[in-house]
């Protein structure tokens, strides 16, 4: 039997590390509570050169 490996979400949220700094720390305690997974990130450089990483999760449907 085969099982669907893709989760269903019912919830997207998005972080930017040049915005808010401590992004970091509030996407690990959503990913610690194995509720949300990592839908996919980016990283480059804003219009001023400095680094700027951003982050995409998902809550699944239980």
Same mark, same amino acid.
């Given at each position: 039997?085969?099982?669907?490996?893709?989760?269903?979400?019912?919830?997207?949220?998005?972080?930017?590390?040049?915005?808010?700094?401590?992004?970091?720390?509030?996407?690990?305690?959503?990913?610690?509570?194995?509720?949300?997974?990592?839908?996919?990130?980016? @990283?480059?450089?804003?219009?001023?050169? @400095?680094?700027?990483?951003?982050?995409?999760?998902?809550?699944?449907?239980?």
């Amino acid at each position: 039997m085969e099982t669907n490996p893709l989760h269903k979400v019912s919830e997207i949220k998005t972080f930017s590390s040049s915005i808010w700094p401590d992004e970091e720390v509030a996407i690990n305690k959503l990913l610690a509570t194995k509720k949300w997974i990592l839908l996919g990130c980016a @990283s480059g450089t804003d219009r001023d050169g @400095s680094p700027m990483h951003e982050w995409v999760l998902g809550k699944i449907v239980p």
